[in-house]
């Protein structure tokens, strides 16, 4: 178990033209991403299509287990030793359709977490998930999440309770969203003594402008360090485990 673990959140405005088009640029991004150190990278809800349903409709934007088309991006983690989590629309082995983050090990492996709190549109399109999946990086256990999951506690909490030292959350939060945004991330965070992380999508979207944002919170709840602006962006920080421990013991 490493002391510290140094984690990118990448802000992602994503291209028109679905998965074809989106797994080169997260790629790129992963590369960025290394170049400062990254163990683990966080991409946002449906980084590979974007928030836009309707694309849906057409079967080949979902991705199925074992996708090749992702193998640029299971080649670049091999060669780097990063985790990506990607958002992607996602049908089971058995056609169950899923709202999903698919995380892709540097060892080939993959975990796949999928969205349990779904809302509006999203009830025609996906089955619910049963809960927060728990991935391990380093020895550190990270909790995925997917928007509307950070505004429930009790999905935090279900995190916090298998161990999770921190609580990533892929999402799509709209202008004026912004004080919202800061309330789930910063109370999850405090409530559970756990660092949350943020992957908004950027840039314009069919739900409306993002609000940016993306970044991290410690487990005292307080913002660390955010995106500059709401396009495209790559934010890094390095997590240790002292704070985690002092903020435990003292809630003990």
Not at 66 to 78: N, Q, S, T
Not at 173 to 185: D, I, K, N, S, W
């Amino acid at each position: 178990m490493t002391s510290a673990l140094t984690v990118t959140s990448v802000q992602y405005q994503a291209l028109d033209g679905g998965i074809a088009r989106n797994v080169p640029e997260h790629v790129g991004l992963i590369e960025d991403a290394d170049s400062h150190g990254a163990r683990l990278v966080i991409f946002p809800e449906l980084s590979l299509t974007g928030y836009n349903l309707r694309l849906l409709q057409d079967g080949d934007q979902w991705l199925v287990p074992g996708d090749i088309r992702l193998d640029p991006v299971r080649e670049i983690c091999r060669r780097t030793g990063i985790t990506a989590v990607v958002g992607a629309a996602f049908r089971e082995a058995g056609g169950t359709p899923r709202l999903a983050a698919v995380a892709l090990h540097p060892n080939g492996t993959a975990d796949v977490g999928f969205k349990t709190h779904l809302h509006g549109e999203e009830e025609s399109l996906f089955a619910a998930g049963p809960g927060p999946a728990v991935l391990e990086v380093d020895g550190w256990k990270i909790a995925l999440a997917i928007c509307f999951d950070a505004a429930h506690p009790v999905h935090s909490g279900t995190a916090a309770d298998a161990g999770a030292d921190v609580y990533a959350v892929s999402a799509l939060y709209t202008e004026g969203e912004g004080h919202r945004l800061g309330l789930h991330l910063g109370a999850r965070a405090m409530d559970n003594r756990m660092y949350t992380v943020l992957a908004n999508l950027g840039g314009r979207t069919p739900l409306g402008p993002s609000c940016g944002l993306s970044g991290f919170w410690g487990p005292d709840g307080l913002p660390m360090q955010h995106a500059s602006g709401t396009g495209t962006e790559v934010v890094t920080a390095v997590l240790r485990r002292g704070p985690l421990e002092r903020y435990r013991h003292a809630a003990g």
